[in-house]
Each structure stands twice: as C-alpha cells, then as structure tokens.
T-cell receptor, first 113, second 109 residues
Framework: DTEVTQTPKHLVMGMTNKKSLKCEQH?????MYWYKQKAKKPPELMFV???????INESVPSRFSPECPNSSLLNLHLHALQPEDSALYLC????????????FGPGTRLTVT | KQEVTQIPAALSVPEGENLVLNCSFT??????LQWFRQDPGKGLTSLLL?????REQTSGRLNASLDKSSGRSTLYIAASQPGDSATYLC????????FGTGTRLQVFP
C-alpha cells in the first residue's frame, strides 16, 4: 500500500471559521509533510514532521497550525484564514526525512470566502 | 539559494513522438532528484527517483538522467501517448524538496 489519503477533497470556509485538514498513511513512514500549491505554481513546503516532531516550519503564519497525533496521522488546523490562502494543500510522506522518495496525497482544494 | 528551472514551460506534440524534458539547477549539493507528474487539480505521482550517486533510472517508457556537474536532469518519454498529458515537475532533495517550475505537456491523438 503506497497510498496517502487526504480529507476532505474540497473545503469552502469563511474567514472566521475554524476547520481542519486530515492526512493519513499506513506505510510506516516516519516523515510527513504539508505543502501549499497555488494555481500554475509548484508546491511550496510548509511543515515537516519527523518521528512525530515538528522539524521544519517554513515561516508559515500562525493561522495554520499543524499537528501529528501519531505516526500515521497529520492534521492541519485552520483559523482566521485570508482569501489568498485559497490553494491546493498537499500532504506527503516518506520513510525518512532525506535520501528517500516522497509519496503525495491527492490534496484538499481549499477556498476561503 | 537553489534555483530549479524547467524547459520548456509548455509542450504540445502529436502522439508517438519521443520527448525530452529538461530540469536545470544551480547548486549541485543534492541528495537525490525526483520526477513527478501532476494531473490538473490532483496530487503528485512519483515517476522516478535518482540518487545523487546514480546517473540514470528507467521505468517503462520513462528514462531520467542526472548530471550533477552540469546541474542538469532530463526526463525522456518514449512513444508519447495522450495519457501522458500532464504537468511534469522535477524536485531536488537537499534538506527539503525544492520543485522546478514545471513543464505542461499535451499529447494529442
């Protein structure tokens, strides 16, 4: 099983809402990632978790809050977002942080109104 | 700062052609290089991973090469098919993945 799943597929939220994105993998990978992708642009790294600990935060605004409850799950909590935060949010996982292949989920299309 | 450029930005070809997609980078201090394809509005599918000590990898009709000294990688697609239509992204693994600008490929029947 080389699958990374993400829920929901689509999310529309207002600027005062609180919502969460969920990512799950059952490949025994110990590194998990959140990326943001705007239209016609490459993905940009947001956060990296290694062995359930946050190892990289790419200066992401605090309205995005990641959480890694266990080695299979990764959440991204959203609060007070702006319309410019509308994007495709991609989750990925890999066996370790470097030297290895990353596997991506299908993404969550987020629209902030 | 590592910069990754892909040429061409867009490509439209008839079915059956052999294709070369290019990826150039400025810093040769990489761990590996990964090629992905992305269908519109979808996630990324890993195609090939080349370790920094390797020079090429093959999978089916795809062949990717890596020349660290010249800062280049190429993705060769043999006998292209309409189903190959997608955006192709190269990504360099330093301490994190740095993605190239992408090549949008359209293969028409």
């Amino acid at each position: 099983d080389t699958e990374v799943t993400q829920t929901p597929k689509h999310l529309v939220m207002g600027m005062t809402n609180k919502k969460s994105l969920k990512c799950e993998q059952h490949m025994g990978h110990r590194a998990m990632y959140w990326y943001k992708q705007k239209a016609k642009k490459p993905p940009e790294l947001m956060f990296v978790y290694s062995y359930e600990k946050l190892s990289i935060n790419e200066s992401v605004p605090s309205r995005f809050s990641p959480e890694c409850p266990n080695s299979s799950l990764l959440n991204l909590h959203l609060h007070a977002l702006q319309p410019e935060d509308s994007a495709l949010y991609l989750c990925a996982s890999s066996q370790d942080v470097i030297f290895v292949e990353q596997y991506f989920g299908p993404g969550t299309r987020l629209t902030v109104t | 700062k590592q910069e990754v450029t892909q040429i061409p930005a867009a490509l439209s070809v008839p079915e059956g052609e052999n294709l070369v997609l290019n990826c150039s980078f400025t810093d040769s201090a990489i761990y590996n290089l990964q090629w992905f394809r992305q269908d519109p509005g979808k996630g990324l599918t890993s195609l090939l991973l080349i370790q920094s000590s390797q020079r090429e990898q093959t999978s089916g009709r795809l062949n990717a090469s890596l020349d660290k000294s010249s800062g280049r990688s190429t993705l060769y697609i043999a006998a292209s098919q309409p189903g190959d239509s997608a955006t192709y992204l190269c990504a360099l693994d330093t301490d994190k993945l740095i993605f190239g600008t992408g090549t949008r490929l359209q293969v028409f029947p």
